[in-house]
C-alpha cells in the first residue's frame, strides 16, 4: 500500500470553473477526512466519512461544494463555480476505527485566477 | 480565541541546539496529534497521544491533560528538521472524529 493519494497535487483554474479532486486512502481504513488549509494557516475540517456515509460536514462546506465516497473506498471532493477564495491546499487523510493515527495525503493545491 | 494555541509561531535555532514547541488547548481530547509538514504541503503524523510520554529517535512528546498542554522536543536538531510543526486535537465528544488544529510553527534550523 502506498498511502492516501490524492490526485492531481496542482490545478490551476479559472474564476468560475468547476473542479473535482480525488483522494484514495489506505485501503483498510474505513474512515475519510477533507481538510482544507490556507497560506500560514493550520487545515481546517471540511467532511468526514465512515465507509460511504458522510457523518459530518463542516459550515464551510458552501452549497457548491460536494464531497462524495460512492463505495466506501476512494472519495471526490467537487467544488462548483470556483472563486478566488476556494485557493487553498486541500488535504485528504483516513484512519481505522478512530483509534489508530491519521494518514494525510500530500493534498491538492488549488489556485483560482 | 482558538481552540489550539501553538507557542513560538516561528522559531529558529543553530544545528544541535534542543527544540521545544508548546501546544495548549482548551477543550476535553480523546487525542492529541504531532504532525510535520515539509514546503509542498506533505503531512506526517509523528505521534499520537492521550496521556503520558512518547519518543521516536530524536523526537519527544510529552502531554498533561490536567493543563491542557503538550510540548514536542526535539534533541540534537539539525536543518533537516527545518519544517511546520502542527499541533492537532479530537475532541473527547463521543463520535467526534475530526481534528482540530493549531496555526502550526515554523522551525528553521540552521547549520
Known amino acids: 500500500d502506498t498511502g492516501v493519494s490524492q490526485d492531481p497535487r496542482h490545478k490551476i483554474t479559472k474564476r468560475g470553473q468547476n473542479v473535482t479532486f480525488r483522494c484514495d486512502p489506505i485501503?483498510?481504513?474505513?474512515?475519510l477526512y477533507w481538510y482544507r488549509q490556507t497560506l500560514g494557516q493550520g487545515p481546517e475540517f471540511l467532511t468526514y466519512?465512515?465507509?460511504?456515509?458522510?457523518?459530518?460536514k463542516s459550515r464551510l462546506l458552501s452549497d457548491r461544494f460536494s464531497a462524495e465516497r460512492p463505495k466506501g473506498s476512494f472519495s471526490t471532493l467537487e467544488i462548483q463555480r470556483t472563486e478566488q477564495g476556494d485557493s487553498a491546499m486541500y488535504l485528504c487523510a483516513s484512519s481505522y476505527g478512530g483509534l489508530d493515527g491519521y494518514t494525510f495525503g500530500s493534498g491538492t493545491r488549488l489556485t483560482v485566477v | 480565541k482558538n481552540e489550539v494555541e501553538q507557542s513560538p509561531q516561528n522559531l529558529t535555532a543553530q544545528e544541535g541546539e534542543f527544540i521545544t514547541i508548546n501546544c495548549s488547548y482548551s477543550v476535553g481530547i480523546s487525542a492529541l496529534h504531532w504532525l510535520q509538514q515539509h514546503p509542498g504541503g506533505g503531512i506526517v503524523s509523528l505521534f499520537m497521544l492521550s496521556s503520558g510520554k512518547k519518543k521516536h529517535g530524536r523526537l519527544i512528546a510529552t502531554i498533561n491533560i490536567q493543563e491542557k498542554h503538550s510540548s514536542l522536543h526535539i534533541t540534537a536538531s539539525h536543518p533537516r528538521d527545518s519544517a511546520v510543526y502542527i499541533c492537532a486535537v479530537r475532541s473527547a465528544i463521543q463520535g467526534a472524529q475530526k481534528l482540530v488544529f493549531g496555526q502550526g510553527t515554523r522551525l528553521t534550523i540552521n547549520p
Open positions: 466519512f465512515q465507509n460511504e456515509a458522510q457523518l459530518e
Open positions: 485501503s483498510e481504513h474505513n474512515r
